[in-house]
Nanobody, 128 residues
């Protein structure tokens, strides 16, 4: 059974940083792309970023580009989301997602249909 467990969420002041982790078990982690999504209260879930199986290419939503970075450690079966310069509008539940594919780009990365397993989510709250 594939399991994704996020950690690292919490409360931070505007301008602060957090690093989310997502540990994957039950599947060959290094063969698949991984994604990050978030859902704010009253809003639909939206794409944040994704990283290809090798870790050499990542894609980001325009809203967080330049502030967030995703990376992965295939030896540890873990993907990370480093979030800097956080803003109150970044407040949301953040989810990691396991890709069905090795590579993605553009729309394919942002499409939830490109992912087949999801974590339970971790809350990130940014105070002003």
């Amino acid at each position: 059974q594939v399991q994704l467990v996020e950690s690292g969420g919490g409360l931070v002041q505007s301008g602060g940083s957090l690093r989310l982790s997502c540990a994957v078990s039950g599947r060959t982690f290094s063969s698949y792309a991984m994604g990050w999504f978030r859902q704010a209260p009253g809003k639909e879930r939206e794409f944040v970023g994704a990283i290809n199986w090798s870790g050499y290419r990542a894609y980001y939503a325009d809203s967080i580009k330049g502030r967030f970075t995703t990376s992965r450690d295939n030896a540890k079966n873990t993907v990370y989301l480093q979030m800097n310069s956080l803003k109150p509008e970044d407040t949301a539940v953040y989810y990691c997602a396991h890709g069905r594919i090795q590579y993605c780009s553009g729309y394919r990365c942002a499409n939830e249909g490109s992912y087949d397993y999801w974590g339970q989510g971790t809350q990130v709250t940014v105070s002003s």
